[in-house]
């Protein structure tokens, strides 16, 4: 199979000018295009009253652009309704978190619960699928669009109420996995319980957490429904969703197994500053991590955004660069939003293929047209493997849970911290798999769970027994800390996983932003500046590897190691300068045999590896705006099929693509 080069495409806006429908069909060859997206927003055109339906139009579309050579992935049209649906059925919008209604207006503004929309969703999905599972030119299903979001209406309630049931079985054991007996909040019958309010409750955090729980299941059966009414089609069509990595709260990765394939909308603020590069990597990789199997990159801009505050254009080369960092990641696709720019309407000056103009010499088409001659001959590459050694825990539940507690210290942010640590293994060719904590980790060398405040059970024994095998496990501070009802560990941190990293935590130290300390370890050159808080620690078995240099705690351990079976288990007890961080991490990674793709990367400068049969293919990306030279291992130019040794050059924002022979 070819690596898809798409675009999202919206007919229906365009069907009143059918010289515009007939040259998208000539510019999407032009441009390298060979599939769409069809349909995304387009049940109003699908069934313009209640029960007439009408796929003519749309049907007529796919058929040409087949002949063209074009094939279609077709969606399901629930993310956006019709006037008459919801002015019909006000049930179906939804109710916010203070409890008012919303109006008709906007998009993904469903209730995930409410009987009538799952009707309606389910009839037309049925009705798509009717229609189009036997079109030669569909070859997979787009699942709504970007699933997100809650509503608080009376239906979700009762829903929530079930789900607690369902959950805990009796009130008492509620009361208790909550500890409501703190402020006189003791449930004595479940109709009691309401979603959590800015006017309500906001001070129970298990009742955060079990919210946020039932809000992903509730979407993912929703999603579910909605799979199974197209999968009753057959199973020859793949099914995707566009979802949007780490940016929303629904924990995507335990509900992207009803997928074929998961799927990932990005759009970087190219040009910002160094960290946008890593920022979309990051994205790749928490995609990559629902299946841990190649992806779809289903949305990205080939120009600018219009909703941020600078929507600036991909400077020259940024975009086929971007494509290619997409296929390095793991992606078998490149589809853009959008082919055309409309007219009118919230989007219509968010970057196109084509623009107002309808020009195909445009500096957008023609760098998508150069992307597209590129990615047609990637196909060998596509289906390949990311096969990562190390792996970052970055567990939704966990992050929740970090952001619903009130203390120890404010502006903690984990997501900013694992990207830190992702920033280090990305700066030095190490492939990651970014996991739910809940994920298997036998298949690696190196895990690190940055901020693992909640440790489940289960995580516990994952961990204890990949350390005991001889693997490497490094926990930072602020972890181990609560249970995952977030309760605290009765006997302190870092709860069960104290006897695997040989320690215990006797107290949180936290220090003002005008405060720091300074560890001293034989890995820093001189001793490295530390913020935020110091974890005050006991040993019980694991030595010191790093002592704190000040306070009335100077010389006790702030970073330690133990050996655990015939693994090792680091603990860093500190926020550490990024430097610092960076020279402890390289140090515990180069004691652990990982694989590092190329050495002395130049900063700007990425690589990462995908794997098939006995073949390496070792990419090369070089986000800076001037021309770097690496030095690579003997390979194969993929593209030119030179064999290539010694130094090589990347362009400015250029890329080389290697075969490697294992
Ligand atoms: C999201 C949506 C698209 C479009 C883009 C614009 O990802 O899924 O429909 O609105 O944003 O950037
Ligand atoms: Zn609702």
């Known amino acids: 199979m ?137 070859i997979g299903w787009h699942i709504s669009n970007e699933y997100h979001g809650e509503c608080h209406c009376e239906l979700c309630q009762e829903a929530f109420r079930e789900y607690l049931k369902s959950k805990y079985g009796s009130i008492d054991c509620l009361n208790n996995a909550w500890w409501s007996s703190f402020w006189s909040k003791k449930y004595t019958s479940w109709s009691q319980i309401e979603s ?13 957490l079990d919210w946020k729980r039932f809000v992903t299941f509730q979407t993912r059966d929703f999603m579910k429904m909605e799979v199974e009414t197209v999968r009753k ?81 991909k400077r020259p080369g940024i975009h086929m660069l971007s494509a290619i960092q997409a296929i390095a990641h793991g992606s078998d696709s490149f589809i853009m939003f959008q082919w055309r720019k409309p007219l009118g309407g919230f989007e219509k000056f968010h970057g196109a293929v084509v623009s107002h103009d309808g ?28 096969k990562p050694d190390v792996a970052i825990l970055f567990d939704w539940e966990n992050r929740w849970a970090i952001k619903a507690s009130k203390g120890p210290r404010g502006s903690i942010d984990p997501d900013q911290r694992a990207f830190d640590i992702y920033r280090i293994l990305a700066s030095q060719g190490i492939d990651v798999d970014v996991i739910s904590s809940d994920f298997s980790i036998d298949q690696y060398k190196v895990v690190i769970a940055p901020l693992l405040y909640m440790v489940k059970a289960k995580t516990a024994e994952n961990i204890k027994d990949f350390v005991r095998k001889g693997g490497v496990f490094i926990a930072t501070c602020f972890s181990g800390v609560v249970d995952e009802y977030e309760k605290c560990f009765l006997g302190g941190a870092p709860g069960p996983i104290s006897d695997v990293l040989g320690i215990k935590s006797k107290e949180l130290f936290t220090l003002y932003c005008n405060e720091s300390n300074r560890v001293d370890s034989p890995v820093f050159s001189n001793s490295c500046k530390c913020t935020f808080w110091c974890d ?71 690589v990462h590896r995908r794997s098939r049969d006995s073949f390496d293919y070792l990419f090369c990306l070089n986000f800076n705006n001037y021309a770097v030279s690496i030095s690579i291992p003997d390979a194969i130019d993929f593209e030119s099929g030179v064999n290539v040794t010694g130094n090589i050059e990347l362009k400015p924002y250029g890329y080389s693509i290697l075969k490697l022979i294992r």
């Not at 959590?196 to 955060?208: D, K, M, V």
């Not at 759009?267 to 779809?296: I, L, S």
């Not at 005050?536 to 079976?565: C, M, Q, W």
């Open 359 to 386: 020009c195909d010499d445009s500096r957008v088409f023609l760098e998508v047209s150069e992307t597209g001659a590129i990615l047609e001959k990637l196909s060998e590459i596509q289906g390949s493997e990311v």
């Open 2 to 138: 070819d690596i898809i080069h798409g675009v999202d495409y919206y007919p229906e806006q365009w069907l009143e000018y059918p010289e515009i429908l007939s040259d998208d069909i000539k510019m999407m060859k032009k441009a390298h295009i060979n599939t769409v997206v069809l349909g995304v927003f387009a049940w109003d055109f699908e069934e313009p009253e209640e029960g007439i339906f009408d796929f003519s139009w749309l049907y007529d579309i796919v058929s040409k652009l087949y002949k063209n050579g074009i094939n279609t992935i077709i969606a399901t049209p629930s993310g956006a309704r019709p006037a008459w649906l919801a002015k019909k059925y006000p049930e179906v919008l939804r109710v916010r978190e203070d409890r008012t209604k919303n109006l008709y207006g906007m998009r993904m503004n469903h209730c995930y619960t409410s009987p009538i929309y799952r009707d309606k969703v389910r009839i037309i999905d049925d009705k798509i699928a009717s229609v189009f599972y036997s079109h030669p030119a569909v």
């Open 233 to 313: 089609y057959g199973t020859d069509k793949f099914i995707a969703s566009n979802m949007i990595g780490s940016l929303i709260e629904i924990d995507y990765p335990h509900f992207s197994d009803i997928l074929d394939i998961a799927g990932l909308d990005v759009y970087p603020q190219w040009g910002r500053d160094d960290n946008v590069p890593d920022e979309a990597g990051f994205q790749h990789d928490v995609t990559r991590g629902f299946k841990r199997k190649p992806y779809f990159l289903m949305e990205t801009t080939p120009s600018m955004t219009n909703w941020e505050e600078v929507c600036q254009p």
């Open 536 to 606: 005050i620690l006991k040993l019980h078995g694991a030595e010191a590897f790093g002592v704190y240099r000040d306070d009335f705690f100077s010389g006790s351990p702030a970073i330690t190691v133990n050996s655990y079976g015939m693994g090792k288990a680091w603990y860093i007890g500190t926020d550490l300068e990024y430097e610092g961080l960076e020279k402890l991490i390289t140090h515990i990674i180069k004691e652990s045999d990982v694989k590092q793709s190329l050495l002395n990367l130049p900063l700007g400068v990425r």
């Open 196 to 208: 959590p309010s800015s006017i309500g409750e906001r001070a129970l955090s298990g009742l955060e």
